[in-house]
């Protein structure tokens, strides 16, 4: 069936250094991706949402690339802090649909090293 | 502005007894509302949505049920729990209609079925 991935459970990084989280997706109808933060006992919080029309879009601290080619995306996070230390999760949409169902990957755990 | 409440916050229940969680969405109307499950070191599967009230749409078979009583009101349930019960369930909402799908989680409830 169709999925949302991620292609490594845990990425650990030095404490300053820039972190990449990978997201592979298989669905070519998704038109809408969101990540998600999730720490430890609570609920997932939403960090960076980009759309197929476009290929890159930057927050604060954090940019989202889509590749529709190859059904990638990623997450960078510059600077990493010990506080970005949680699960991250990719997550599938249609902007056109009314239910705004999104399909969730399994979860990469970034662990920041002081 | 908008909240989203859960509880209970953590459940311990025996195998064979009923399940009520409730989820309560303040500060907006008829929003879409959703159930998620995470299972330990896993990532979210969805469960039920709603995009109105009494209007209930599962996405996988199992053993719960979830009703929409009220308009912001969301609520999961089982007549008798199963070990693979156990997990964290999430509710989120979204604002209704079509677009940007971003999810707005609830804190959770974490379910233990001894």
């Known amino acids: 069936g169709e999925s949302v991935g991620l292609h490594l459970p845990t990425l650990s990084v030095q404490e300053g250094d820039n972190s990449i989280i990978n997201c592979a997706y298989s669905?070519?109808?998704?038109?809408?991706f969101i990540w998600y933060k999730q720490e430890s006992g609570k609920g997932p919080q939403f960090i960076i949402d980009?759309?197929?029309?476009?290929d890159k879009r930057q927050g604060q601290r954090v940019t989202v690339l889509l590749n529709k080619t190859v059904k990638h995306l990623s997450l960078q996070i510059a600077a990493t802090q010990p506080g970005d230390s949680a699960v991250y999760f990719c997550a599938e949409g249609h902007r056109s649909s009314n239910t705004g169902k999104l399909i969730f990957g399994q979860g990469t755990t970034l662990q920041v090293k002081p | 502005s908008q909240t989203i409440h859960q509880w209970p916050a953590t459940l311990v229940q025996p195998v064979g007894s009923p399940l009520s969680l409730e989820c309560t969405v303040e500060g907006t109307s008829n929003p879409n509302l959703y159930w998620y499950r995470q299972a330990a070191g896993r990532g979210l599967q969805l469960l039920f949505y709603?995009?109105?009230?009494?209007?209930i749409s599962s996405e996988v078979p199992q053993n719960l049920s979830a009703s929409r009583p009220q308009d912001r009101q969301f609520i999961l349930s089982s007549k008798k729990l199963l070990l693979s019960d156990s997990g964290f369930y999430l509710c989120?909402?979204?604002?209704?209609?079509?677009?940007?799908?971003?999810?707005?989680f609830g804190a959770g409830s974490r379910l233990t079925v001894l």
């Open positions: 980009i759309r197929s029309n476009m």
């Open positions: 709603s995009v109105g009230i009494g209007q």
């Open positions: 669905n070519s109808a998704s038109d809408y």
């Open positions: 989120a909402w979204r604002e209704s209609g079509s677009g940007a799908n971003v999810l707005t």
